[in-house]
């Protein structure tokens, strides 16, 4: 069979879709073009409002298709899980398949009839969802500890569940072995990691570090509660040169009341506390938070109090999503901000943090610096810091895969400009 596959969202999502792809090749043929394929397959993200309107109308294209050549339509992933009768609205025949149950690709993929599978739980094996390269992402735990009031990923991807740290083990040495040297751990939550198995975040990085070898370890998305819970464990393990000096720990508000109506189990004063010691242990320590903006009930006041924690804290990058009511969440049933403030106030944000991060940035300018080369394109190289930050080197010959001294001649607000140095 030609199977067509298309992947939307984030990184477990792309780990999701490693994993079908890896069990479709063991039997069928894997192709580029929808028009060629016997069966068409699209893994879907709706955390937010614009990304399910343009899942749905892809789903429309996709549909669209597959009544013109036959075969079969499969619907994987968090839109299939938690807005199933939206997906059935678009494409009426389509199969589902949920994030959980990613595992049974191969018998939606060559059963005779339509096929829904979104309840329960399937066996996921994490080796099948790596990605081999000089970047390798591994998902440490599916799902989330929390309840925000404003989140339909918890409805699609559930409670937590985190693989063990012998299988996550295995994979990063594997990976190692195979030449990766950027190593990022990613999960809804990692500060979350084994809370449900009797173990943590900082004994999973504790037992990987025991891998030898030169690589570096990214650690994603870290909820500010539960990273409090860990943090002076974290800030003496960040001391390995194999952890980059990066948080993603996401405020959403800088109001306390919004917090508190957003569900998230945390004050703005934890935020600051774990901002400030990170800092003062890496003051070039590369930090990202998450905005929501405009959420139900947001004063001026609470918007404000955004901003100032936002230019106390300086947060190197901020990511702001102009709040969108999410279906069979609490927040939707919340009285709604105008559509014209969320954005108004979404891009009063931006333009604050972006003046933060060039002014962060420009604090390198003239430094001389470590960098891990994770892509070369044509005349340019990209590379990370030790602190994460992007450094881009011009006119450089075969470096890739190689750690370099670059001196930082430029900084822009997403990244640094700088050249090689003997
Ligand atoms: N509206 C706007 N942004 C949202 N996010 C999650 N749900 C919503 C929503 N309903 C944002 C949060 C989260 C990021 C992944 O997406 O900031 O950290």
């Not at 075969?71 to 494409?91: E, R, T």
């Amino acid at each position: 069979m030609k199977v067509y596959i298309e992947s939307y969202g984030c990184a477990a999502n792309d780990a999701d879709t490693n994993l079908m792809r890896n069990m479709i090749l063991s039997r069928h043929e894997i192709v580029g073009d929808p028009w060629r394929a016997d069966a068409i397959i699209i893994n879907t993200c709706t955390v937010r409002g614009e990304t399910e309107r343009k899942i749905i109308k892809r789903i429309r294209e996709l549909e669209d298709i597959r009544r013109k050549i036959g075969g079969k339509l499969i619907v994987a992933g968090c839109m299939a899980k938690a807005q199933p009768a939206l997906v059935l609205n678009a494409a009426p025949e389509a199969s589902l398949i949920s994030p959980q149950r990613v595992s049974e690709i191969l018998e939606v993929l060559e059963s005779n009839v339509r096929e829904i599978r979104i309840t329960g739980y399937g066996a996921k094996s994490l080796e099948g969802a790596v990605k081999g390269g000089l970047t390798v992402t591994i998902p440490i735990a599916e799902g989330c500890l929390g309840n925000c009031s404003y989140c339909i990923v918890k409805l699609a991807r559930g409670g937590l569940k985190s693989y063990s740290i012998e299988e996550i083990k295995r994979v990063v040495r594997k990976a190692v072995e195979e030449g990766a040297r950027e190593i990022r751990l990613t999960a809804q939550d990692t500060a979350a990691y084994g809370m449900d198995i009797g173990t943590n975040l900082a004994k999973l990085l504790r037992e990987i570090l025991e891998i030898p070898g030169g690589y570096i370890i990214r650690i994603g998305m870290m909820t500010p509660n539960n990273a409090l819970k860990i943090i002076d464990d974290l800030m003496e393990i960040y001391e390995d040169e194999r952890i980059y000096k990066f948080m993603h720990i996401p405020l959403q508000s800088g109001d306390d009341e919004i917090l508190k109506l957003m569900n998230r189990r945390y004050s703005v004063n934890d935020y600051k506390t774990i901002v400030r010691k990170f800092r003062s242990k890496y003051p070039m320590g590369f930090i990202t938070t998450d905005i929501i903006s405009g959420f139900p009930m947001e004063s001026e006041e609470a918007h404000k109090r955004t901003i100032r924690v936002i230019e106390e804290t300086k947060p190197d990058k901020v990511n702001v999503a102009k709040y969108s009511p999410r279906p069979h969440t609490k927040a939707a049933a919340l009285p709604q901000l105008p559509e014209s403030i969320r954005s108004e106030r979404c891009r009063e944000i931006v333009e604050v943090s972006r003046r933060i991060s060039l002014e962060r940035n420009m604090m390198h300018v003239g430094r001389i610096e470590d960098a891990l080369v994770l892509k070369v394109d044509g005349e340019t190289a990209k590379a990370r810091m030790k602190n994460y930050r992007l450094v881009k080197i011009n006119g450089c010959g075969e470096i890739l895969g190689r750690t370099v001294k670059v001196k930082i001649t430029g900084a822009k607000t997403t990244h640094l400009i700088g050249e090689l140095t003997p």
